[in-house]
């Protein structure tokens, strides 16, 4: 099924906000080209998908083929920030998935290490 919000998003670009609702059950997918060997970071911040301050949310990042270079990862109100260096070069997806009913709104920062 095709994500309710896409966009993309640039490693060493700006951060990106998306909301989420206010129908349950919506995701988004954010996508970025990646050369291999490249280290990011990707920091989520000003989440209000939800109320917890760990769960409200699933974050993977997928790679060109599809499969997840980072499993899904709960991210609460706190937010959180990942890291990873890319393995292939191509353009990778980056997918939010709000859990349960909760809907809401996150920032997403893409940075290069």
């Known amino acids: 099924m095709p994500p309710d919000v896409s966009g993309s998003i640039v490693a060493g670009g700006g951060p990106v906000s998306l909301a989420l609702g206010p129908t349950p059950g919506q995701n988004a997918m954010l996508r970025f ?40 990862a709960l991210v609460g109100t706190s937010g959180v920030t990942m890291t990873a260096t890319l393995p292939v070069t191509g353009q990778y997806s980056i997918l939010v998935d709000p859990q349960a009913a909760n809907t809401g709104g996150i920032t997403l920062t893409l940075s290069l290490l």
């Not at 280290?39 to 997928?62: D, E, F, K, P, Y």
């Open 33 to 72: 080209d990646g050369t291999a060997g490249q280290r990011i970071s990707l920091r989520m911040s000003n989440v209000t998908i939800g109320t917890s301050a760990c769960c409200g949310t699933r974050i993977s990042l997928l790679k060109p083929d599809g499969t997840n270079l980072i499993s899904p």
